[in-house]
């Protein structure tokens, strides 16, 4: 497969998966390091969310809930509530919730941070852009939001303002893999596998990068054709059952993306028997 793609069909294949992906980044982003809970009034979680199965996941989901259900004003529960919402796939929900944190904590940062994520995922992205904004401060701008803003111009496709914001962030906390992350796969919503690749191997070789990190890079190697190497980055530092959920997930992507690529060919049949029409 080319590094480099050109037809419609594959680039319509790309944006979809990239996009998702950089939302699911987005949506992680939290303004801690793991999302982990750490308060009193929060259930303590046993391992970091991103470690979970579904199955935990759903109980670590319910117990929260129920804590907001008792107190629906506090911040803390509110955003780890909401958090976890949008990794079980829930965006509305958590879009709900976080529009009543935020009324109920109008000056709180963390919680517009929060909101303008859950408006991202839920692709409400003006409105996550201008919430995101309120919740930076000029004089000490936060990496984090930044990085959060890239991605959601590059869900509207803005690609070369998202990699400003991206590059702007990096020049705040250099070498951080998730900003690097993003900017790689920024590259693969229009098609340059190989600058995808570059960033996205600089991001997973940080000390301090994480499976998703890893994930990403998987993707764009199977991408490129070369899926051995991606299933064994993807089965690193992962349990056998993640990894085979992640293996096989890979395979479905790239199992799609050669259908696209079966369009593709029979959307270049009309120029080849003289239609000059490509647009």
């Known amino acids: ?53 579904a199955t935990e996941l759903r109980s670590a989901t319910d117990r929260l809930g129920q804590a907001y259900e008792k107190n629906p004003r506090d911040p803390v529960t509110g955003v780890s509530y909401a958090n976890l919402l949008r990794m079980n796939g829930r965006d509305a929900q958590a879009l709900a919730v976080m529009q009543q944190v935020a009324i109920a904590n109008p000056g709180d940062r963390n919680v517009l941070a929060a909101y303008g994520k859950a408006q991202a995922a839920a692709g409400q992205f003006q409105q996550a852009l201008d919430t995101i904004g309120r919740a930076q401060t000029p004089d000490r701008p936060d990496w984090k939001l930044v990085s959060a803003q890239g991605a959601i111009l590059d869900q509207m496709g803005r690609a070369s303002e998202a990699r400003q914001r991206y590059r702007d962030a990096l020049d705040i906390q250099p070498n951080e893999p998730s900003i690097l992350s993003n900017l790689g796969m920024s590259y693969v919503l229009t098609g340059d596998l190989r600058t995808a690749e570059t960033y996205l191997r600089s991001a997973a070789g940080q000390p301090n990068a994480d499976s998703r990190v890893r994930q990403n890079l998987a993707l764009v190697v199977g991408l490129q054709g070369r899926f051995a190497e991606a299933e064994q980055i993807a089965r690193r530092e992962l349990s056998p059952q993640q990894a085979d ?10 199992s799609q993306q050669n259908s696209w690529q079966k369009l593709a060919a029979k959307d270049k049949a009309p120029a080849a028997a003289g239609d000059s029409n490509t647009n």
Do not use: H, W
């Open 1 to 53: 497969m080319p590094a480099s793609l050109t037809t419609k069909s594959t680039n319509r294949f790309l944006q979809g998966v990239a996009a998702s992906l950089i939302v699911l980044a987005l949506a992680g982003c939290s303004t801690t390091t793991k999302d982990r809970m750490t308060t009193g009034s929060v259930p303590k979680l046993t391992k970091p969310v991103e470690e979970m199965d």
């Open 245 to 254: 959920a992640n293996v096989a997930y890979l395979r479905g992507m790239l």
